[in-house]
């Protein structure tokens, strides 16, 4: 079992940076595979980018070039560098690990990109 708690987030001005961290207390996280989810205001959630476990990446395409998903699994840490930030990427952002029947959340950090 895993659990997870992100950190990071905040109010930032659009065209500014913000990086969420997510630690993992647990087992075998280098096993799972890791996602940065977002829920905007009466959206639903959607997945913005996935490290799996042999480091392979994907990403929304809205956030192409400007997020990167990175992993540490001596930290058991996945990281979500956000730049060039845009008024639409304001959300709650989560946390996922999983590995087929094992799924598991963060209690997720808010995300605001305001002027």
């Known amino acids: 079992q895993l659990q997870l708690m992100e950190s990071g987030g905040g109010l930032v001005q659009p065209g500014g940076s913000l990086r969420l961290s997510c630690a993992a207390s647990?087992?075998?996280?280098?096993?799972?595979?890791m996602a940065w989810y977002r829920q905007a205001p009466g959206k639903q959630r959607e997945l913005v980018a996935v490290?799996?476990?042999?480091?392979?990446?994907m990403y929304l395409d809205s956030v192409k070039g400007r997020f990167t998903i990175s992993r540490n699994n001596a930290d058991n840490t996945v990281d979500l560098q956000m730049n060039s930030l845009k008024p639409e990427d304001t959300a709650v952002y989560y946390c996922?690990?999983?590995?087929?029947?094992?799924?598991?959340w963060g209690q997720g950090t808010q995300v605001t990109v305001s002027s």
């Open positions: 996922n690990a999983d590995n087929g029947p094992y799924n598991y």
């Open positions: 647990g087992s075998l996280f280098s096993v799972y595979a």
């Open positions: 490290i799996r476990a042999g480091g392979s990446t």
